[in-house]
Nanobody
Framework: QMPLVESGGGLVQAGDSLRLSCAASGRTISTSAMGWFRQAPGKGREFVASISQSGGTTAYADSVKGRFTISRDNAKNTVYLHMNTLKPEDTAVYLC?????????????????WGQGTQVTVSS
């Protein structure tokens, strides 16, 4: 298991920016692709972004492409999600997760380790 702790969420206005962090403990994240998902009330977990072990490959949901950027600092054992031009529809609990080897990066079922999440609320 890889304990993950997210931080950086909050209440912001539409158009604002936030940076979420996901700190890992127990073992290094350098051997795992990492992902960010979000979950709005009454909805399932939605893929937001993923990043490969080295950080050389990233993927984004169409809804956040061009506004969000995922990055990682393996030396700090931390993954980030930079969110710009936030919209009310971005309101959700944001969770980071460590991916198992193989399988689609878009499916939550391929991520065995999850954090508890951080709330992001965007007011209009």
């Amino acid at each position: 298991q890889m304990p993950l702790v997210e931080s950086g969420g909050g209440l912001v206005q539409a158009g604002d920016s936030l940076r979420l962090s996901c700190a890992a403990s127990g073992r290094t994240i350098s051997t795992s692709a990492m992902g960010w998902f979000r979950q709005a009330p009454g909805k399932g977990r939605e893929f937001v972004a993923s990043i490969s072990q080295s950080g050389g490959t990233t993927a984004y949901a169409d809804s956040v492409k061009g506004r969000f950027t995922i990055s990682r600092d393996n030396a700090k054992n931390t993954v980030y999600l930079h969110m710009n031009t936030l919209k009310p529809e971005d309101t959700a609990v944001y969770l980071c997760a460590a991916k198992r080897y193989g399988g689609s990066e878009y499916s939550p079922s391929n991520y065995p380790d999850w954090g508890q999440g951080t709330q992001v609320t965007v007011s209009s």
